[in-house]
């Protein structure tokens, strides 16, 4: 019951996480002309960002 407020901070964390990544998908596409491609340049900045924040959320999710 101590780490309730934690799960409720990091689910409006996520949250945010996605309706940024929403935003950003839906200001790129607003456009109409061009489409959203994801190349190797983007996967090279995403991979580092995701990766980590994987790996922490598992080992938070094993040791408790």
């Known amino acids: 019951m101590d780490d309730s407020i ?5 689910a ?3 949250l945010w996480a996605v309706m ?3 935003i950003v ?3 790129f596409k607003s456009d109409g002309q061009q ?7 983007g996967l090279i900045v995403a991979l580092p ?5 994987a790996i922490a959320f ?3 999710a094993v040791r408790r």
């Open 35 to 41: 489409k959203v491609q994801v190349g190797k340049w």
């Open 12 to 14: 409006f964390g996520c």
């Open 20 to 22: 940024g990544t929403a």
């Open 49 to 53: 960002i995701v990766i980590p924040m």
């Open 58 to 60: 598992i080992y938070a």
């Open 25 to 27: 998908f839906f200001f």
């Open 6 to 10: 934690f799960i409720i901070f990091i």
